[in-house]
C-alpha cells in the first residue's frame, strides 16, 4: 500500500489546524470580550472645575476640608508655631503642617491609625458609609477629585500602597462623572497645597474620564 502522506506532512497539516483553533479562538474572545481591550490613557487638561482635595495612603483615604486646615494652619502662624518651617499640628485627621514658600501647606501623613477622618477604601461598598456620604458631596458640574497618592507601604499594611485605596475610588467617583487627577507622594515628596496665583507649583488639573 502507497503511503498517501507522510509524517512530515501530517505534522505540517495538524500544526497549521491548531493555528487556525487558536486565531478563531483569539478572534472570537476578542469579539466577546471587547471592551476589555479598550485602553483609558489619562490626559490631563485645563478646567474651570475646582478640586476637591484627597490622600490616599496605605488602605485608607481622608478627603480634606481645607477651610478648616487653612484657618488651623493661619492661627498657628499668628501664634508663631509655624515660623521657619516648624512642623505643626493642623488638629485634623492625625495631620501635621509644615509652611513652604513656593509649595503653601505640606502635609505630613504619620500615624492615622487612631483617626477618625481615615477611611478605609472597603467602605466604599456601602451605601450609608462616612466615605460615601463625602464623596457624594463632590460636584461633577462645579469639582474634580485630586489625589495624593503614597507609594510607600506601611510594614503592617497588607493591602499595598494607596495605589489601591486610588484606584478603587476613582473609580467610584467615575461612575458618578466625576473626574480625578492625581500625584504620587511620599515622606521626601510630599503632599501640599497652594493656590495657583502664589506659585507655578499649584497647578491642579483633572484628567479626561475613559467616556470623555
Not at 483609558?40 to 478627603?63: G, T, W, Y
Not at 484657618?71 to 499640628?89: C, W
Not at 478603587?168 to 458618578?176: A, F, N, P, V
Request: charged share 25%; proline share 3%.
Amino acid at each position: 500500500m502507497k503511503q498517501l502522506i507522510n509524517v512530515d506532512s501530517l505534522t505540517d497539516i495538524v500544526s497549521n489546524s491548531v493555528g487556525i483553533l487558536i486565531i478563531l479562538a483569539v478572534v472570537t474572545l476578542i469579539q466577546d470580550n471587547s471592551t476589555a481591550y479598550q485602553l483609558e490613557i489619562p490626559i490631563e487638561h485645563q478646567s474651570e472645575l475646582s478640586p476637591v482635595f484627597i490622600i490616599a495612603k496605605d488602605d485608607k483615604l481622608i478627603v480634606l476640608d481645607t477651610d478648616r486646615i487653612f484657618t488651623n494652619a493661619a492661627m498657628q502662624a499668628t501664634d508663631g508655631s509655624a515660623k521657619g518651617k516648624r512642623i505643626f499640628p493642623l488638629e485634623y485627621g492625625q495631620l501635621f503642617g509644615q509652611i513652604d514658600n513656593e509649595q503653601g501647606i505640606m502635609f505630613h501623613a504619620q500615624d492615622i491609625e487612631g483617626s477618625k477622618d481615615w477611611h478605609h477604601f472597603t467602605q466604599l461598598e456601602k451605601n450609608d458609609s462616612l466615605l460615601r456620604q463625602q464623596l457624594n458631596k463632590i460636584d461633577p458640574e462645579k469639582q474634580f477629585a485630586y489625589f495624593f497618592v503614597y507609594d510607600e507601604v506601611a510594614e503592617s499594611n497588607i493591602s499595598g500602597s494607596g495605589f489601591e485605596s486610588f484606584r478603587m475610588t476613582r473609580e467610584y467617583l467615575k461612575s458618578r462623572h466625576i473626574k480625578s487627577g492625581w500625584k504620587p507622594v511620599d515622606s521626601d515628596n510630599l503632599a501640599s497645597i497652594c493656590d495657583m496665583s502664589f506659585s507655578p507649583l499649584c497647578k491642579y488639573l483633572p484628567s479626561y474620564l475613559g467616556s470623555s
